[in-house]
Structure formats: structure tokens, C-alpha cells
Nanobody, 123 residues
Framework: QVQLVESGGGLVQAGGSLRLSCAAS????????LGWFRQAPGKEREFVAGVDWSGSNTYYADSAKGRFAVSRDNGKNTVFLQMNNLKPEDTANYYC????????????????WGQGTQVTVSS
């Protein structure tokens, strides 16, 4: 089992920044790929960014490229999502998920999820 706990969400004005954290515990977390997803009311959960088990390879949705940065610290079993230049359309509940070795953009491929952290961007 892997337990994931997200934190760092909040209310921010457009153009502002937030740094989300996902603390992992349980099985050998460093062997898992970790992905960030978001879900707005009435919408499906969508991929935002992901990092493979080593931290060497990162992946981004087009909406996140150039504004968001994902990283992980395996020593602290934590993955981060730095979000800059936030826009109102980034408003959603943000979740981190864990799966095998490779990142996937499909939420159905993830075995473990955290409870989410709310991000609200005002215009």
C-alpha cells in the first residue's frame, strides 16, 4: 500500500504562484512514478504533470508547459508541483497519484491517490 497526502493548495490571484506537495509513505515509494492530476466540478480528472521513479524524466500537459514544474525528493518521499502564472482556468482540486515505474496521462492507470488539495485562482 502507498499513502499519499497533498498539501499547499489555496486561494491566489491570477498571475500568482503556489507550490503543491505530495507526501508519500508505505511501500518503496521511490520505485513509483507520481503524477499530478486536477478535477474541476463537472469535469473529468485530467493529467497535469508527472515524474518517473528516478526524477530524471518529467512530463507535462500542454496547459502546464512553461508555467508548472514537477519534481521529487525521494529522500523525503515527496513530490512537488510548482505552479506559476496561475490562471482562473487552473481552478480545480489537485490530486497526486502513484503507479508503476512510468508516468501515464490516464488517471485509470494509477493505483493510489491522495485526497486532493483545492486550488482557486481569482481573476
Amino acid at each position: 500500500q502507498v499513502q499519499l497526502v497533498e498539501s499547499g493548495g489555496g486561494l491566489v490571484q491570477a498571475g500568482g504562484s503556489l507550490r503543491l506537495s505530495c507526501a508519500a509513505s508505505g511501500r518503496i515509494v521511490s520505485s513509483y512514478a507520481l503524477g499530478w492530476f486536477r478535477q474541476a466540478p463537472g469535469k473529468e480528472r485530467e493529467f497535469v504533470a508527472g515524474v518517473d521513479w528516478s526524477g530524471s524524466n518529467t512530463y507535462y500537459a500542454d496547459s502546464a508547459k512553461g508555467r508548472f514544474a514537477v519534481s521529487r525528493d525521494n529522500g523525503k518521499n515527496t513530490v512537488f508541483l510548482q505552479m506559476n502564472n496561475l490562471k482562473p482556468e487552473d481552478t480545480a482540486n489537485y490530486y497526486c497519484g502513484a503507479r508503476g515505474v512510468r508516468v501515464s496521462g490516464n488517471s485509470k492507470d494509477y493505483n493510489y491517490w491522495g485526497q486532493g488539495t483545492q486550488v482557486t485562482v481569482s481573476s
